[in-house]
T-cell receptor
Framework: NAGVMQNPRHLVRRRGQEARLRCSPM?????VYWYRQLPEEGLKFMVY????????ESGMPKERFSAEFPKEGPSILRIQQVVRGDSAAYFC??????????FGPGTRLTVL | QKEVEQNSGPLSVPEGAIASLNCTYS??????FFWYRQYSGKSPELIMF??SNGDKEDGRFTAQLNKASQYVSLLIRDSQPSDSATYLC??????????WGAGTKLIIKP
């Protein structure tokens, strides 16, 4: 049973470009969570999604960031017009219910 | 006001000793409690969860929950250098979403 998969593992973008981060949850998991983590800092919740629905986006910046979890395919975290401050590790977690979360390996985003 | 509190550390423990990590939470309606371990540069890994008051043991790890005092702790017996990591406490709040502590950095000294 494959774990949570994220790709790409490393992503380099120049300022102003778009970044697309993908997350495939564990089989049978319909809850997906995205987190951001800066070096030496804690996890910051961004958004919680179920299939085709955003349940809680209270941690998501109002501009440039969006997330989706379509009926088919992976969840996507999209960052438009990236800035240097967006450089961080982005983790996706999935859950069969809304409690125990299992994390993917993360995507390290570097903005030049 | 933070809802889940952890001492950031670092907590330094000699190899072979017991490491004790603590976490307090503010939501009395919380039902589920989790400990994750995160090595530097890696993603968090679930090590224990506990739902009921008392102790839950899994190998060298013991989770302790006291709902009346609103704290949950993690004990690591016979600490090994490989246990050196940041330990994250997460608590399921009344809305069934996980609230995360900032983590305690644990260093096991050989």
């Amino acid at each position: 049973n494959a774990g949570v998969m994220q790709n790409p593992r490393h992503l380099v973008r120049r300022r102003g470009q778009e970044a697309r981060l993908r997350c495939s949850p564990m089989k049978g998991h319909s809850h997906v969570y995205w987190y951001r983590q800066l070096p030496e800092e804690g996890l910051k919740f961004m958004v919680y999604l179920q299939k085709e629905n955003i349940i809680d986006e209270s941690g998501m910046p109002k501009e440039r960031f969006s997330a989706e979890f379509p009926k088919e395919g992976p969840s996507i975290l999209r960052i438009q017009q990236v800035v240097r401050g967006d450089s961080a590790a982005y983790f996706c977690a999935s859950s069969p219910r809304h409690d125990t979360q299992y994390f993917g390996p993360g995507t390290r985003l570097t903005v030049l | 006001q933070k809802e889940v509190e952890q001492n950031s550390g670092p907590l330094s423990v000699p190899e072979g000793a017991i490491a004790s990590l603590n976490c307090t939470y503010s939501d009395r309606g919380s039902q589920s409690f989790f400990w994750y371990r995160q090595y530097s540069g890696k993603s968090p890994e679930l090590i224990m969860f506990i739902y009921s008051n008392g102790d839950k043991e899994d190998g060298r790890f013991t989770a302790q929950l006291n709902k009346a005092s609103q704290y949950v702790s993690l004990l690591i017996r016979d600490s090994q250098p490989s246990d050196s990591a940041t330990y994250l406490c997460a608590v399921n709040n009344s809305n069934y979403q996980l609230i995360w502590g900032a983590g305690t950095k644990l260093i096991i000294k050989p």
